[in-house]
């Protein structure tokens, strides 16, 4: 019997966007903390690799108890049965579900036919979408964008991907051809939701809970993605802001600190601290953004190696910021 967790979530939904090389289980932990009504999506995932159980891939999609209520694992990949029996392997995980990724613009990935690039033939697409869903009881998601080269086949292939039976659909608003450029047209997406019964994620420069508020319309939830590196809070202001409560401030300097230090610790206590280090760095590049003498301590933070090393340049961040 399907498991369909996606019709019984309060709405607004909210989403954290699959993200590659950020979106990990300390992240992704710390952000359910936060704001438990987030349904978490993990790293883009090679179905090929997972089906083989490849080591490094089996640690991306690794999840924590406290991810549960819900997390998805997200597949992508071009190959039925490939994609077959990376499902199988999800299930025996014990994730929630399974997202589909139709929506990633980089050259690597659909230079090789995976990704967004299975937009340029929707309708083989949904057969493939479809012999998935009958092969498991988790549910089916999709992430997609507007279209490959244009929006043209969008409501078509939302409907054909609803017949197939997914059980929600995320897109953001730009065209793979578009990549990040320009603004998502919100426009599109809230179209198709008069097309489709399904819930509707909309997704692309969701920045802050006002702006949520004011993208929402007709859709059943929002997907956050860069927004949430800067600023981890973003989930719960949004709630807040859907139910007309008074929104949460933007985080001292100080909670930021022992946000990323948690997020630190936990990352060393899964990879081992030096390589949890170096994957670190990113973060503490959208950390240190906005902050006072940004650019001094950006320079120290993409070098940083060690647990005691990061104490000391955020000692001298708190320092730097009662002065």
Same mark, same amino acid.
């Given at each position: 019997?399907?498991?369909?967790?996606?019709?019984?979530?309060?709405?607004?939904?909210?989403?954290?966007?699959?993200?590659?090389?950020?979106?990990?289980?300390?992240?992704?932990?710390?952000?359910?903390?936060?704001?438990?009504?987030?349904?978490?999506?993990?790293?883009?995932?090679?179905?090929?690799?997972?089906?083989?159980?490849?080591?490094?891939?089996?640690?991306?999609?690794?999840?924590?108890?406290?991810?549960?209520?819900?997390?998805?694992?997200?597949?992508?990949?071009?190959?039925?049965?490939?994609?077959?029996?990376?499902?199988?392997?999800?299930?025996?995980?014990?994730?929630?579900?399974?997202?589909?990724?139709? !929506?990633?613009?980089?050259?690597?990935?659909?230079?090789?036919?995976?990704?967004?690039?299975?937009?340029?033939?929707?309708?083989?697409?949904?057969? &493939?979408?479809?012999?998935?869903?009958?092969?498991?009881?988790?549910?089916?998601?999709?992430?997609?964008?507007?279209?490959?080269?244009?929006?043209?086949?969008?409501?078509?292939? +939302?409907?054909?991907?609803?017949?197939?039976?997914?059980?929600?659909?995320?897109?953001?608003?730009?065209?793979?051809?578009?990549?990040?450029?320009?603004?998502?047209?919100?426009?599109?997406?809230?179209?198709?939701?008069?097309?489709?019964?399904?819930?509707?994620?909309?997704?692309?420069?969701?920045?802050?809970?006002?702006?949520?508020?004011?993208?929402?319309?007709? &859709?059943?939830?929002?997907?956050?993605?860069?927004? +949430?590196?800067?600023?981890?809070?973003?989930?719960?202001?949004?709630?807040?802001?859907?139910?007309?409560?008074?929104?949460?401030?933007?985080?001292?300097?100080?909670?930021?600190?022992?946000?990323?230090?948690?997020?630190?610790?936990?990352?060393?206590?899964?990879?081992?601290?030096?390589?949890?280090?170096?994957?670190?760095?990113?973060?503490?590049?959208?950390?240190?953004?906005?902050?006072?003498?940004?650019?001094?301590?950006? !320079?120290?933070?993409?070098?940083?190696?060690?647990?005691?090393?990061?104490?000391?340049?955020?000692?001298?961040? &708190?320092?730097?910021?009662?002065?």
């Amino acid at each position: 019997m399907k498991r369909n967790f996606w019709s019984k979530l309060s709405r607004p939904i909210l989403v954290l966007a699959p993200m590659a090389g950020y979106t990990e289980s300390p992240f992704r932990r710390l952000v359910k903390e936060i704001e438990p009504s987030v349904v978490l999506i993990s790293e883009l995932i090679s179905a090929e690799a997972l089906r083989r159980k490849n080591e490094k891939t089996m640690r991306l999609a690794e999840f924590a108890p406290e991810e549960k209520n819900f997390y998805c694992v997200q597949l992508f990949g071009k190959d039925e049965d490939a994609f077959l029996d990376a499902v199988k392997v999800v299930e025996d995980m014990g994730a929630d579900g399974v997202d589909i990724n139709l !929506g990633c613009p980089s050259p690597k990935v659909i230079g090789s036919g995976h990704g967004s690039a299975l937009l340029k033939d929707p309708c083989t697409t949904a057969r &493939l979408i479809e012999k998935m869903v009958q092969s498991t009881h988790l549910p089916i998601s999709v992430k997609m964008r507007l279209g490959f080269y244009d929006d043209k086949d969008l409501i078509q292939a +939302a409907k054909n991907f609803e017949s197939a039976g997914i059980s929600s659909l995320a897109i953001h608003g730009r065209t793979t051809k578009q990549r990040f450029t320009g603004s998502a047209q919100w426009d599109k997406i809230y179209e198709v939701k008069e097309h489709v019964s399904i819930p509707v994620i909309g997704n692309g420069d969701v920045t802050s809970s006002a702006i949520a508020v004011q993208r929402l319309k007709n &859709l059943d939830g929002i997907m956050i993605g860069r927004a +949430a590196l800067r600023n981890p809070w973003i989930f719960a202001q949004c709630r807040a802001a859907f139910a007309g409560e008074p929104i949460l401030p933007k985080p001292t300097i100080q909670e930021q600190v022992q946000f990323f230090h948690r997020h630190a610790l936990l990352a060393s206590e899964m990879k081992g601290e030096r390589w949890a280090m170096m994957e670190m760095r990113k973060h503490f590049a959208h950390f240190v953004r906005g902050i006072p003498s940004a650019s001094q301590f950006r !320079g120290k933070l993409i070098r940083v190696e060690t647990l005691a090393g990061l104490e000391e340049i955020f000692d001298e961040i &708190l320092l730097t910021n009662r002065q």
